[in-house]
């Protein structure tokens, strides 16, 4: 993916918003979700976040500001989920996501700055809904380091299993359960086997976990028995959020052998309620590469684009705030930091993967990374890895409390941006979820 003028740092927007430092939305980001009125029964709309605003794009497609491919593509965004917009493929993402770059930039026409600011919510006064109609949601498992950090506490001999390092594994997971960012959820019920003991025992969860992922949304999609090749895998896929993928560890241990996650991950999954564009991210794209060492990516899931930029350096970190930070004012403890640019399968051959042996992507669908760790201990992006498995404490300084796995009441926050020297700081919003006591 090409830079091009939408870019370009220096680019200001007459909305002041959009141009204080350390905004997550600056023009040169421009992410879609969907929203409505807070606490109104409004009907759910498409949106486009600028500063501290939402363009709502069903009133720019009424006042009829846009013409062309650029307000076929706004009217597909009025209804309450992205689909029809998804639909329609790069060549409309690219125009809408231009023409509100003229229309929210300093130079605009006087006419279409009255008529946009007259399109704008403020995000202050905005709820979300999950931005697509998701029919499938699947889970990768693409760090190597989360995946030897996992191993290690399931099977300390022989801690990566041999498939990982040739191909991106993955399961089918639970797209009714995917909840937008804000959404609380009671902490789960299952069998989960003690240690040491030898039957299971029913109750709520005691090793509740979250893990730091990012999603991306399908785009067109393939028909069945059409696998999508590497070198067009991108042109299927619109953006990247932050993904939670609340994780029970008892519950998912007992019961994951041999057929993989259920229960353990089927509660509940949160996404953040913007979509950053594959080319809002295009400044952010990294060589990819398997060390020299290791078994090299079979021709399917090799291409030069992808070896030269497969990559997205994305900044991210887990925030906890407790019931006490809350109590006390207190701001939220960090509880981990790392990039996206360490996983080992990029975003494009975790499509190819999906559809080599024929399945359909439909547009819409959410496909998850898995928990994105980085090489060192403290980069690890799921709390049973920050604790090694529950067998040591997690201080919290701002209370001075200690964890070893969630408790009722926390509020885990993640957080993700992109910045470098030269290119304009864009930011992903936050994905957060509070742990309600067992129902
Ligand atoms: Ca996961």
Redesign the pocket.
Known sequence: MELNHTHDATTRSWLSSANEPGTDFPIQNLPFGVFRRKGSDEAYRGGVAIGDQIVDLAAVAAASVLEGLPQLAAQACAGSALNDFLAMGPVAWRALRHALFAALRHDAAAQTVSTLHGCMLPQAEAEHGVPTRIANYT?F?TSIHHARNVGRVMRPDDPLTPNFQWLPIAYHGRASSVVVSGTPFHRPMGQALPPGASAPVYGPCTRLDF?L?MGFYVGPGNAMGEPIPLEQAEDHIFGMCLLN?W?ARDHQFWEMAPLGPFLG?NFCTSVSPWIVTMEALAPYRVPFAHPADEPQPLAYLDAPANREHGGVDVQLEVLLETTQHRTKGAAPDRLSATSFRHQYWTIAQMVTQHTVGGCNLMTGDLL?T??ISGPTAPEAGAIVELSLGGTRDIELPGTGERRRFLEDGDNVILRGWCEKPGAARIGFGRCQGEVLPVK
């Open positions: 889970d498992y893990e992922e993928d994780s991950k998850g898995g928990t």
